[in-house]
Structures are given as C-alpha cells and as structure tokens.
C-alpha cells in the first residue's frame, strides 16, 4: 500500500507565500518588485535578439538601428521583409489549428477576465512581435514588451490565487515594468500602466505599480539596455502666444491619429476583400515596406532610433513631410496586413516628423514667435502618440523623462490633452480600443467591466409567484387572484410556452362578457433568459417599457424559468458596483 507523499519544499514555499500575499499588502510590493525585475529581464531579452536580428539580417554596424541608417542594400529591404513576413504568416496560420483563441491583451484581461492572462500565449506575442519587427516590418515592440510583463505578471497572481483587484494591479504592474524599462522612463510605464492597463487613477494602486515601474527599469539599465535621453534643443521659456500654436499642433496630431488609425484598419479590411490568404499578406506587405525602404530606411522598423539620431537635425520642409507620408504608409500597410506590434513606437517618430512640418509651415508665417523646430519635435511626438496610444499623462511623462525639459513638459501635456480630447471627440477610440471594438469586445480602457458578465439573469431570478393559462377565462381568473393578491401574473399557452404577462388589478376591473386572460395580456414577445448580463437585462426592461419580465430557458422553447424585476436588477447592479469601487479605492 502506497502512502501519501509530502508536500514538497517549493509546495510549502508557495502556500507559504499565497497567505501572505493575500493577508498582508506589502507582500504585494514584493511581488511587484519581483514582477519589475523579471519584466526588465525580458525587456533586455527582447532588445538583444532584436539587435541581432537588424545586424546580421540588413549589415548594420554594431548598435546601429535599421531606421537611422543614412542607405542599406536595396536587395535586402527588398527580401528580408517580404520573407520574414512569409516565415510569420506561415507560422501563424499553422498556430491557429493549434491555438486557435485570439490572445488576451493586458487591457483586454483587465477589462473582461479578471487580469487572467495565458503566458503561453503572452510569449507567442512576444515572439512574433520580435519576428516582425526584427525582420524591418514598421511596427513597435510595445506589444511585446507590455504583452510578456502582464502576461509573466498574470501567471504569478493566478498561481498565488490572489483576489480579482490584487491580480489586476499586478498585471498593471507588469506592463508598467516593461514600458518603463524599454523607454528608460518609470514614471511613464506607471502611467502606461494605469492609464491603459487598470484604466483607473487610485492610491491604493499607484505605489505597487510605480514600485514595478522603477524596478523594470533599474534591471534593463543594470543590464546594459538603457535608453538615453533625447539630445533636442529646446526652450528655457516659451512665451504666451506660442501655446496657442502649441494647442493647434495637439489637435492637428490627433486629426492626423485619427487618419493613421482610419488607413490601418481600411487596409486591413482591403487585404480581406481581396481573398489573398492571410498567410500571404505579411509577405506582400514586406515587399511593400521594403520597397518604400528603399527609398527612406526610415520606414522599416519601429523608428525608434531614427527618432533619436534625427530629432534634432533640420531637414528641407518637403523632405520631412516625405518622411513623414512613408513612415506613416509602412504603418499602416504593416498594421494592416498582419504583422505584430502597435503603433507605439512608430507614433512617437510619425510625431516628432509631423511637429517639424508644422514647425516649417510657421517659418514662411510672419510675425510667428521664433522658437527651434525640436520643440514642436517633441510636442508633436507627444501628441501624436497621445492620440494612438490614449494616455495624455503617459505622453507628458514620457516627454518629461526623455527632455529633462519641464518647460516643454507643460506645452507637450497641452498638446496632449488637445490630441486626446480631439481623436475622443471625432473617433471615439485610441488605437488599441479601436482593435477591440472591431473585433466586438465592448471596452474602451482597462476599467474592470468584466463582473457585470458575472452578474446575470440566472443569478437575479427568483421563481415566477403565479403561471396562468392564456385561455383561462377572466372571471375564472379573478377568483384564483384577487385583487391585490399579487402584482403580476406569468401567462403561457396550451404547450406551457410563455405567452405574455397580466396584471391582476387592469383584469378585476376588465369589463365584458366572456373575455379571456389572453385579451390583456402584455410583453408578448418580451423575455429575459438566463445567460443575459445585469446590463443587457436593464436595456431589455426599458425597451419592454416594463418593471418585470419573465425569465425562460432559451428563445425557442419558451419555458418558464422565473421573474426579475427591474428594481432588483438595479439594486444588485449598485451594489456590485459599489463593491467593486471600494475594492479598486482600497476603502
């Protein structure tokens, strides 16, 4: 006879560790810590197999970047990119027999699930979005970064079983680690991560993540993957009437955000009219890149390193606004055709390429304040990427750790504002949400909506007090119910399928001879079923105009299951969502 084993040591360590992470809250500080640390670490990763792709894969020199090369072998930019993307879209169509499931984003998991994400899925992200971007695709690796963070962050909060709101702040974390480390800036990661991520601004968040934040980029600077500051000439002092110019830059970012976001998602719907297979299409669409690397390699790759080998260099007015229409096309073709990535990165470099056409529009304007073009570099840069990304205090941050300028800080946050309020007010969405509300996920940030699906019909039904045949008789029906004896009264037909609902005190004082429940029936057609959410049931009870509808197995069968009544519904909707402000408030 066999006898039960031990726990083993890492059993108990882990038990050990799961109590005291859910007891005790600077444990979670730990664990943020440790979430930083191990996101930093894959931070540098990433970066490393990255760089080697672009050396040995276009003849770069050592820590060159594909993006800031003045000219690179046109046979190249040609293959290398349309046979990365064939490797891509060939690996990707044998994962999804395999794989199936679209992958969670951290948003998406913060939203919808929880923070429940799979780390097997987050470093299949990860790895195509290094395949993408290693191969010269225009496309940033702020998916990867943030996707593998979260999704590592994930993994440990599921395994410690840690509350709903304890895992979302640590994947909050996660992410915030990643960005922070990639930029050199843990200010802006911890407002990546609350911003987008969580979706809320709380102090009883805020310490964990700017904890992670600082650990993230501590390691990748340990490690030797540190980004250095932007070198930009900048104002010590902007005069007045230059912020007007400031805030008409802000919302032409967000307008031009808003046509990038609009031609991404236009080609991408073109290239699935067009029944090229989706296997095919990261090929033709490096061939396309290629092609327009040819003749600028400040189309391929994230751009990232062209932003800061070229942010301070003047160029000829029809130069940039060339730049910047290339740039922009190999976004839009790479985004749109299947590659991995975002727009992150590339929208920082489209940026800071629009603020000098801007700046080269107000050099033939007389009476303009002078001011040097790597101001409106930066305020542009910022806006733009406020406007894709849809984080203002992200892109202020970001501006504020790269410049070391607080001058230009104040002047990028109100181009900023004006980007975000602009793209919300003509869009609606920033470029992740938009991604979301295309595939028919109904979220626009990482607020936690995900209990409401909780939250359902089958859960607030109580039992149906009374059921009535449609063809009993009126006066049959005043004597089983009299007046007052009950609110409502479920009716259903000969094959007991719901018909209707009837109100005991409109039938006892009905008038006429031989009429029959049927005749003041009400909400015929009208039902609830028990898969409905909390929310669908209250826009249900405002169509039927009605304070009660039954509740029936499905929409076929029509059988009666129960009753909800609106003011139930409201009342445990409150308090959900009372509940889940005090758990994200920490009151």
């Known amino acids: 006879m066999s006898e039960a084993l031990p726990d083993s040591a890492w059993s108990q360590a882990v038990q050990r560790l799961r109590a005291l992470a859910r ?44 993006s800031e090369a003045s000219h690179l072998p046109w046979l190249r930019l040609l293959l290398v990119p349309g046979c990365g993307g064939l490797v891509l ?71 410690l079983r840690l509350r709903r709101n304890d895992l979302r ?20 990661g911890a407002f990546y991560g609350i911003e987008l991520v969580m979706g809320v601004y709380t102090m009883a968040s805020l310490p ?10 501590l390691t990748v600077q340990a490690l030797g993957f540190g980004t250095p500051p932007l070198s930009v000439t900048l104002p010590q002092t902007i005069p007045d009437l230059a912020y007007v110019l400031i805030l008409v830059l802000g919302v032409v970012c967000g307008l031009a955000g808003i046509v990038i976001m609009r031609g991404a998602t236009l080609i991408e719907a073109g290239f699935r009219a067009s029944g090229i297979p989706p296997w095919a299409r990261p090929a033709l669409a490096g061939l396309v890149v290629g092609a327009l690397g040819c003749i600028t390699p400040k189309a391929m790759s994230s751009g990232h ?14 130069v940039v606004l060339g730049f910047f229409v290339i740039k922009a096309s190999a976004s839009a073709v790479s985004i749109g055709a299947g590659f991995r990535g975002g ?30 073009p790597g101001l409106f570099a930066v305020v542009g840069m910022s806006g733009l990427a406020a406007s894709v990304v849809g984080g203002p205090m992200t892109m202020t941050f970001l501006a504020l750790e790269s410049t070391r300028n607080f001058t230009a800080t104040m002047a990028v946050l109100a181009a900023a504002i004006a980007a975000t309020l602009t793209t919300r007010r003509l869009f609606g969405y920033s470029f992740t949400t938009w991604r979301f509300h295309l595939r028919g996920a109904p979220i626009r940030s990482g607020v936690d909506i995900g209990w ?11 039992s149906a007090p009374k059921i009535v045949q449609a063809e009993m008789s009126l006066a049959d029906f005043r004597r089983e119910v009299p007046a007052g004896a009950l609110a409502r009264v479920i009716v259903v037909d000969a094959q007991e399928r719901y018909a209707g609902m009837i109100y005991p005190p409109e039938a006892a004082v009905a008038t006429g001879e031989g009429r029959k429940v049927a005749d003041l029936m009400h909400h015929q057609g009208r039902f609830l079923v028990p898969g409905m959410n909390v929310r669908e049931a209250l826009d249900a009870f405002e169509q039927a105009a009605a304070d ?27 308090e959900e969502l009372d509940r889940r402000h005090r758990e994200i408030s920490g009151a």
């Not at 979005?129 to 590592?152: I, K, P, R």
């Not at 640590?170 to 800036?185: K, M, P, R, Y």
């Not at 603020?355 to 001011?371: E, H, N, R, T, Y």
Request: contains cysteine; neutral net charge.
């Open 305 to 318: 390193s062209a932003l800061h080998a070229y942010i301070n260099v003047s160029f000829p007015f029809f």
């Open 208 to 217: 964990y993540v700017v904890i992670a934040a600082l650990a993230g980029t």
């Open 452 to 462: 409401v699906r909780t939250l359902t019909v089958g859960r607030m039904m109580r």
């Open 548 to 574: 009660a509808l039954a509740v029936v197995e499905d929409a076929e069968g029509l059988k009666v299951l129960g009753l909800v009544t609106e003011q139930h519904a409201l009342r445990r909707y409150s």
């Open 343 to 372: 727009l992150f990165f590339a929208s920082l470099f489209l940026g800071a390429l629009l603020g000098k056409v801007f700046a080269g529009l107000l050099g033939v304007i007389p009476f303009m304040p002078p001011l040097p």
């Open 23 to 66: 007891a005790d809250e600077a444990w979670l500080a730990v664990l943020a810590a440790g979430v930083g640390m191990a996101a930093g670490c894959g931070v540098a990763a990433v970066n490393a197999i990255t760089g080697l792709m672009h050396g040995h894969l276009f003849l770069l020199p050592p820590g060159g970047g594909i």
């Open 89 to 159: 879209g060939l690996a990707m169509a044998v994962l999804s027999r395999f794989r199936p499931r679209v992958p969670v984003d951290p948003i998406e998991a913060n939203a919808l699930y929880g923070g429940r994400m799979s780390l097997t899925d987050s470093i299949l992200v990860t790895a195509q979005t290094m395949l993408s971007n290693g191969v010269g695709a225009s496309v940033g690796m702020e998916a990867g970064y943030a996707q593998f963070g979260a999704g590592l962050a994930s993994k440990l909060g599921q395994a």
């Open 169 to 188: 702040v640590l994947v909050g974390c996660g992410a915030a680690a990643a960005i922070g480390g990639a930029f050199n800036a843990p200010l802006c």
